[in-house]
């Protein structure tokens, strides 16, 4: 069956593709950004649908029901674009021809740069599929929650509330798990495909790069250099290897903007298409619907569209373009974003993020009064600067980290001066700052590396100070500011917001074309040596920093490291249990003592690891007895076993203590006196 399954995939996968030729102008670039689309929004659409009918884990339903909101898209869109569609193959023999005659035609000096940069992203990209679909997936969290929601969804046949262990399951946006479960079930239960949307989110958001710069400085190798340089920025690849979710949300994010500038460049001021309009209101209510922290990107998503739509001529140009804006966004939101789960959360926690305990640690309302609140988000604002300013990547090696402890020690003496006090004030951090930042920390959640520190952000700098000239780059370089303080003044401060600034470094891309197009600072002119030998070191450096990023990262290692085995031979429950080494030995033997097919009632803390407790073949059932904050329910007739912590359930004769190392010390949280009963 799971061949059948397959081949209705990529029947699938082909009817998105005719139909977005259908939509999109004859452009790879907006094609694929089409499809990506076409592809995420059917596959939602149809997930809360057969949830509400609990088919959920119905195999033989996704294979088909996903063609029904593809058809009814297809259908509307055919009334809103009057064009022939264009031939997919054709086009992309023609686009063959052409990066052909661009490499041809460059120079020797970026025929070296292009060539050290698409050989890197080679590499990196072959080793990065691998590891995608031959290690298990193991971040924290998606052992707490993101999988775990996943796996009892999929055993319940429906996605509704249910009330997990951890709050994350029931709070988080479901839209990305409908992704998740099609690409599990339709590839037969294979495992790894939970990553495949996150893999594929990479390659988007760099194509919506690539685009974007296309509409912005019309010049190939400026887009290029663009697209290539945002692929290797460090904290984007840690995550094309993970179920994290903020890279689905960037490449939503620049799906968006793509939509955005298209179509301030599909004509006139009167003759605007507004087939982007509706991609766009499609695509901002996919985005909502994905993830909440999206709400930071409004005010910066705002100020674009300020630029790219709402700045006309005349009143009435304005309110023409209303017409189109309203009704698709209005569209989005209510058939994208709602049903996620947003209205369930204000039903069940009258908020429509969470439960208070979850506001009060991760966001605004840890500051307290508005003037704390002020002074904590300036420093936050300085933290994340400082923590920019690293050599992410090559610090994971001990020449690399020494090099980037001395190149800081000036921002360190910086610090000391001014009294800035950015490592002694804790009540708005969920970690406090440091400036030697633990490894896990910064090589788990990197930020961009040299090319950040070294590139973007002088960029972003001189664009806002409007030294630049460029009223797109004027308008970027605001959203981009606006992203960086909402981050900052949002939530406590937190080392691994790395995750969270590859939107930001999505915004920051877009800065690099300035380099091929401004008269000032443009290396394809002859000369201007010391600006070229500055590109070209930093382009260098960045390409080592993404290879020892993807290398040497701790949780999903290429080859031996660290002492660490290779990830492609590593027992899986090591592998997933890598955060929490403590637990190793007790989860290591509940999955040696509890049959595979077993049903097991959790009477867990809500930090612990749940997913690695489904089993090798993701088959165990588990129930959760503690959900969050409700308390220890009784124990179900049908469980076989009771897996549970001593601070959660008290051990009585008879039960196996599997026990914890206790002997170990930095832990990131400590595991708990875990024992197992025998219930049949």
């Known amino acids: 069956m799971t061949f059948f399954y397959l081949l209705t995939f990529a029947l699938f996968v082909v009817y998105i593709g005719n139909t977005a030729a259908g939509i999109s102008r004859r452009s790879l670039t ?47 869109f055919g009334r809103l674009v009057d064009q022939p569609r264009w031939s997919v193959g054709s086009l992309l023999r023609e686009r063959r021809a052409t990066f052909g005659n661009w490499y041809r035609s460059l120079s020797l000096y970026f025929k070296v740069l292009f060539t050290t940069l698409l050989a890197t992203l080679s590499v990196i990209a072959i080793t990065n599929l691998l590891l995608v679909l031959l ?18 969804y999929i055993q319940r046949g429906s996605m509704r509330h249910f009330g997990g262990t951890n709050w994350n399951i029931d709070t988080y946006p479901k839209s990305v798990c409908t992704i998740q479960i099609y690409s599990f079930l339709i590839t037969g239960r294979f495992e790894n495909a939970f990553k495949l949307i ?17 509409r912005i400085a019309r010049n190939l190798s400026a887009s290029f250099f663009a697209a290539l340089c945002y692929a290797l920025l460090p904290d984007f690849l840690m995550q094309a290897v993970t179920t994290e979710t903020d890279i689905v949300l960037t490449a939503y994010l620049g799906s968006f903007l793509y939509f955005l500038f298209a179509y301030r460049e599909s004509g006139t001021e009167t003759t605007r298409d507004a087939r982007y309009l509706y991609l766009a209101g499609i695509t901002f209510g996919i985005a909502y619907g994905h993830k909440v922290t999206f709400t930071l990107l409004l005010p910066s998503l705002f100020v674009l569209m300020i630029y790219t739509v709402f700045w006309a001529p005349t009143p009435s140009i304005f309110f023409q373009r209303l017409k189109h804006v ?3 966004f209005i569209v989005g939101v209510c058939l994208w974003m709602l049903p996620t789960g947003y209205l369930k959360n204000i039903e069940v926690f009258g908020h429509p993020i969470g439960p208070p305990t979850a506001l009060k640690h991760q966001s605004v309302e840890r500051a307290g009064p508005l003037r704390n609140l002020l002074e904590q988000g300036s420093r936050n604002v300085i933290r994340y600067g400082y923590d920019h300013i690293n050599l992410d990547g090559l610090r994971n090696t001990q020449w690399g980290l020494d090099a980037n402890v001395i190149m800081r020690k000036p921002l360190v003496k910086l610090e000391e001066v001014t009294k800035m006090r950015l490592d002694e004030e804790t009540d708005f951090s969920i ?23 070294g590139l973007i952000l002088p960029l972003v700098a001189l664009s806002l100070l409007g030294l630049l000239r460029s009223k797109a780059h004027f308008f970027l370089a605001g959203a981009f500011v606006l992203h960086f303080l909402a981050l900052s003044y949002s939530a406590p401060y937190d080392p691994f917001k790395g995750r969270y600034f590859i939107e930001t470094g999505l ?13 000032w600072l443009n290396i394809v002119k002859p000369g201007r040596v010391m600006l070229k030998t500055y590109v070209g070191f930093v382009i260098i450096v960045g390409c080592l920093s993404a ?3 993807v290398f040497l990262n701790e ?11 290779s990830a492609f031979i590593a027992e899986r429950m090591y592998s997933q249990m890598m955060f929490r080494p403590d637990s190793y030995v007790p989860y290591k033997r509940f999955d040696t003592l509890v049959p595979e097919n077993a049903t097991v009632a959790l009477g867990t803390i809500n930090d612990d690891f749940e997913y690695p407790l489904y089993g090798k073949n993701l088959s165990r059932r588990l129930i959760v007895i503690n959900p969050f904050e409700k308390g220890v329910q009784p124990i179900p007739k049908e469980a076989d076993y009771l897996f549970f912590s001593k601070n959660v359930i008290k051990p009585q004769p008879g039960d196996v203590r599997l026990g914890t190392d206790t002997t170990m010390t930095h832990l990131i949280v400590p595991g708990e006196d875990y024992y197992l009963r025998k219930l049949k």
């Open 30 to 76: 907006e094609w694929l950004l089409v499809c990506f689309i076409l592809f995420a929004g059917s596959v939602i659409l149809t997930g809360y649908c057969l949830s509400a009918f609990y088919l959920t884990a119905t195999t033989p339903v996704w294979a088909f029901a996903v063609f029904l909101p593809l058809t009814v898209l297809r259908l509307v």
């Open 135 to 152: 290690t298990p997936p193991n971040e924290w969290d998606s052992m707490t929650g993101h999988l775990n929601r996943v796996m009892q």
């Open 198 to 214: 996150h893999h594929l989110s990479y390659w988007m958001a760099i194509i919506a790069v690539f685009g974007i710069a296309q």
């Open 326 to 328: 309203v009704p698709a």
């Open 431 to 453: 970690f406090p700052f440091v400036f030697s930042r633990r490894f896990e920390f910064y090589n788990a959640n990197p930020y961009w590396g040299i090319i950040g520190f």
């Open 507 to 519: 915004l920051g891309s877009l800065f690099l074309p300035i380099l091929f197009t401004n008269r």
């Open 547 to 549: 290879l020892f990023t």
């Open 555 to 565: 949780r999903c290692l290429p080859l031996p490291a660290y002492g660490r085995p």
